[in-house]
């Protein structure tokens, strides 16, 4: 489970569940070069799913240009022709590699001229978790035509101690709606809301960060569940399920999106009212909810406080205390690894490409996050990170710089350090950093 990433150019890969990371590391590990029986199969059933929806749920069908790609090799299996002819035909799909420069990563990408959802290889050989991915990415194609760009957003907030706690009870609030119907149904569309409205109150510009990926990964989600689901009440189950799963969750800034989304899709489904064409770039989910059920939502500390108990929060605000003690000791040992020690310092364009995966980010601030995970790709060269990258951005949201320890020796090729190895593109030298024990690169 990789997102993908472009500063100038934002897509993103679908959130699957922990034990699915796990299973595809699993099998990536162990698998063939792909299939392209198999995928000839996936492709025919996908469209048979989008074929189903027929432009129902977004105007347009959801099936279009799709490759596998082997993260490994860079092996491609695609539906169709790209316009470029890198692809060569071959059992009734399209076969080749992509160009190291491409991030493997589940997500939308232009390349040979064609607009793709790319997925890794392999994925679920159970049709339902599968197409939930292949739908999810489908959309992040399509958001572009359908007047939702992608957008990227820092929600660091979300994994500090209130954080945490509200959007847990967001979540509970949420879960007991989808169970309900009735009064009992919008009274506790309200308490969810409730809590939505003070977790924000504590976190300046949290609601425009929150609602941007919530439109951006939230809704792809909510498509992957939707159209994956025999029917409401089945996508309402899953939905549910996705809520009381997310607590184990490690990390919710970049994965909170994929299961707040599933969850207002369906009690927006629910309300029987249209409104999926009235969503825009500056939409809140959690506004819309409210018209729609017409509920009334007084904000207030006491107010959030005094509904805590109505969902057994108290246990929530007890677990989450205890973590919050190793969360900080995350951070105070990340500043000493990247800020405090001598570092490699790597500067960003503006199309820099990186993927990683968004449940194991340690958000430190609005400004700076750690990647445990990464693969970042730039005119200097290819970075491949596997025990944490220091990421800063300025104030435009765009990333324009990456920390990694100092190596120990420079003279190696490709240059390694602790937990990282970075292949230098040609014209490109390393040399001291400002502060002592740094260094950087620059072109000669």
Not at 58 to 69: D, R
Not at 171 to 188: I, V
Not at 265 to 286: E, H, I, Q, Y
Not at 409 to 420: A, C, F, I, Y
């Amino acid at each position: 489970m990789h997102r993908s990433h472009k500063n100038s150019n934002i897509t993103f890969c679908a959130f699957c569940a922990s034990l699915w990371l796990l299973f595809v590391t699993f099998a990536a590990a162990q698998s063939p070069a792909i299939d392209t029986k198999l995928a000839t199969q996936y492709f025919r059933q996908l469209k048979q799913t989008s074929d189903r929806d027929g432009g129902k749920t977004w105007g347009v069908a959801l099936y279009g240009p799709i490759m596998f790609v082997d993260p490994r090799t860079g092996n491609v299996v695609a539906n169709q022709a790209d316009l470029e002819h890198k692809l060569v035909a071959q059992d009734g799909v399209f076969v080749g590699t992509l160009p190291r420069e491409i991030n493997p990563a589940n997500t939308a990408m232009h390349w040979a001229g064609v607009h793709w959802t790319m997925v890794m290889w392999p994925v679920s050989e159970f049709r339902q978790p599968r197409e939930r991915l292949l739908l999810h990415e489908s959309f992040h194609r399509l958001q572009e035509k359908l007047g939702l760009p992608a957008r990227d957003a820092v929600n660091a907030h979300l994994d500090t101690l209130n954080g945490r706690i509200w959007i847990q009870m967001e979540w509970r609030a949420l879960e007991r709606a989808l169970r309900q119907t009735g009064s009992t149904r919008g009274a506790a569309i309200a308490d969810a809301l409730l809590f939505r409205a003070y977790r924000r109150s504590l976190f300046p510009d949290s609601a425009n960060n929150e609602n941007a990926l919530e439109l951006n990964e939230g809704l792809c989600e909510y498509t992957g569940v939707k159209l994956s689901s025999a029917d409401l009440g089945e996508m309402v189950v899953r939905a549910n399920l996705i809520l009381r799963q997310a607590r184990n969750n490690p990390t919710f800034a970049r994965s909170f999106a994929y299961v707040s989304g599933p969850a207002y899709g369906a009690l927006l489904d629910l309300s029987g009212k249209p409104w999926r064409v009235s969503v825009k770039p500056s939409t809140d989910l959690g506004a819309l909810l409210q018209q729609r059920y017409g509920v009334t939502v007084r904000v207030s500390e006491a107010a959030a406080r005094a509904a805590v108990s109505r969902y057994e929060g108290e246990e929530i605000v007890a677990i989450e205390t205890q973590q919050d003690q190793r969360r900080k000791q995350q951070i105070a040992d990340a500043r000493k690894k990247f800020l405090d020690g001598p570092v490699l310092l790597l500067p960003l364009s503006k199309n820099v490409n990186y993927s990683y995966d968004p449940n194991n980010v340690i958000g430190i601030d609005a400004s700076n996050t750690v990647y445990p995970t990464l693969r970042l790709v730039d005119e200097w060269g290819v970075l491949t990170v596997s025990n944490g990258a220091w990421l800063e951005r300025a104030q435009t949201g765009h990333i324009v710089r990456a920390r990694v320890p100092a190596p120990p020796d420079l003279s190696t090729r490709p240059l390694k350090g602790e937990g990282w190895s970075l292949e230098l593109a040609t014209g490109w030298e390393v040399v001291p950093g400002e502060r002592q024990g740094d260094i950087k690169i620059r072109k000669k």
